[in-house]
């Protein structure tokens, strides 16, 4: 299912998988506000520096989902 192979990638990446990543692709992926909050989580560690497009269009993550991203963002999310 695209929910699992989304924890699939969130797991490597987390782990230091792929730091020269510019563009993560996660559209259609059946992300829901709990996804958001897992991807959060890999944001919010993961070392990568050279990410510049994160694409989430068609998932439903909602506003919960939303704010919990943007503060892994404010939190320093993909800086070097």
Known sequence: TPYF???SSADALK???MPNLQKLSLDS???GPSGAA???D???CWRAPHLSTLLLQNNAI???GLETLAAAF????CEA
């Open 42 to 44: 890999v944001l919010a």
């Open 15 to 17: 782990s230091g998988g």
């Open 38 to 40: 897992v991807l959060a």
């Open 29 to 31: 992926c059946a992300i």
């Open 74 to 77: 404010r939190g320093g999310a």
């Open 62 to 64: 909602g506003d919960v």
């Open 5 to 7: 192979s989304f924890l």
